[in-house]
């Protein structure tokens, strides 16, 4: 659904412009999301895999934050708005995330690491992770 918005929506100009594909885009990840929620509450822990953090979470809050640059967060419920926090609070997210804010904001990959609240993090220490 997000990748179909996107090409069709967004990248009109190269696929073909579809702005009425908006409404059922939104309506399936709507959908998806609700079957994702129903996962994460009957899961024996915090993420979709249960007590392990996984790739699955890696990609789907990458996609619970494409949706928010859409403005789809009213598909967000009260399962997924905490584990959304959760995974966003991880260190390894955060650092990413300041990595990406750094690239659009001029600032050097260097100069993120001393940035306050932004764990060190070696490749080799999967600790943090």
Known sequence: ???????????????????????????????MNKL??????????????GTQFTAADILYVHCLGWARTYGWESGFDENLIPYLGRCECRPAYLKADAIR????????????????????????????L
């Open 101 to 128: 804010k750094a690239a659009t904001q001029g600032t050097s990959k260097q100069d993120v690491g001393k940035q306050k609240g932004v764990p060190s993090l070696a490749p080799s220490d999967t600790s943090k």
């Open 36 to 49: 994702m929620s129903q996962h994460l509450k009957d899961s024996d822990g915090d993420y979709l895999m």
């Open 1 to 31: 659904a997000l990748w179909t918005y996107r090409k069709y929506f967004h990248l009109g100009r190269f696929f073909g412009n579809v702005p009425e594909i908006e409404k059922p885009a939104k309506e399936h990840f709507e959908r």
